[in-house]
């Protein structure tokens, strides 16, 4: 749903923006006792991390994560943590992250992974904790399709990023709504735009648009950088909207993004309204 369309008059409307990432990591590792009969295995490493938000914390309840090996209609789920853990996505930024499951894994495809959450998800703004409800379709868990081939040939990585741009929504009576917006890109095969923005200390939404649809989107952290990564080769108009009466809008047309590659923008001045 375009971030726009989340307005007061239908009832929704989105009251921050962050993306926060998964870092899934399908790895053999040589000299472990492993053949190539249909018995191998690897090592599932799966990571989080995200990027900054103007939120001061959301905290998400992560109590199981599951990989299916089978189909939408004959599934063979996989559980590849069953230990809850509860994390601050916005201590996850500047790069760090934190290890979901590390998981000796049959090579094969593994078509999707889901995330169980529980009710224990909590969003802190202007100091007041306000709970994180999850709808009634997600107690069956959160799907993404990752379509994640691993073979004994080499390493396979596949990220996943969660979009709470569009995950995080308040109601009109002031209740916040989780619903985990999930998408899969390999890095091998996407790109990603980086640039600070000037001055520092403005808070601003930055997207990535081609024609009318938001591909992907980020907040700027305090010193001005941004990042926009899980780029498919393209070209993409940078938009940059900030929270501000004193900043106006800017676009940054025709950006190319090439695959394994960052696009740096530079420094980009703030136009004054």
């Excluded at 991390?49 to 299916?68: H, S």
């Excluded at 024609?211 to 108009?237: K, V, W």
Aim: aromatic share 8%; charged share 15%.
């Amino acid at each position: 749903m375009p971030l726009s369309s989340a307005t007061p008059e239908n009832h929704f409307k989105f009251f921050s923006f962050f993306s926060a990432t998964l870092f899934l990591t399908l790895t053999l590792i040589s000299g472990c006792g492993v053949n190539s009969s249909d018995n191998a295995e690897g090592t599932l490493n799966i990571r989080l991390t995200d990027d900054p938000a103007t939120y001061q914390a959301v905290y998400i309840d992560i109590q199981q994560v599951e990989l299916n090996r089978g189909t939408e209609e004959q599934p063979q789920w996989q559980t590849i943590r069953s230990q809850p853990i509860r994390l601050d996505l916005l201590k996850l930024n500047n790069g760090a992250d934190t290890l979901l499951a590390s998981f000796q894994i049959e090579t094969g495809t593994y078509n999707q992974l889901r995330l169980k959450l529980g009710t224990n998800n909590e969003v802190i703004v202007a100091g007041e904790s306000n709970s994180l409800s999850v709808p009634s379709s997600g107690e069956s868990g959160f799907k993404v399709n990752i379509n994640a081939t691993v073979s004994e040939d080499a390493p396979v990585t596949k990220i996943i990023d969660f979009d709470v741009a569009r995950s995080i929504a308040v109601t009109g009576n002031g209740q916040y709504l989780l619903n985990p917006v999930l998408s899969v890109f390999d890095p091998e095969t996407s790109g990603s735009v980086s640039g600070q923005m000037v001055p520092q200390g403005v808070p601003a939404l930055v997207s990535a648009v081609i024609g009318d649809q938001i591909i992907s989107t980020t907040y700027i952290e305090n010193d001005g950088t941004f990042l926009l990564n899980g780029l498919d080769e393209n070209f993409y108009n940078i938009r940059i909207e900030p929270n501000s009466t004193q900043y106006a809008d800017t676009t940054i047309f025709e950006t190319e993004v090439t695959n394994a590659q960052t696009t740096d923008l530079g420094i980009i001045q703030f136009p004054e309204e």
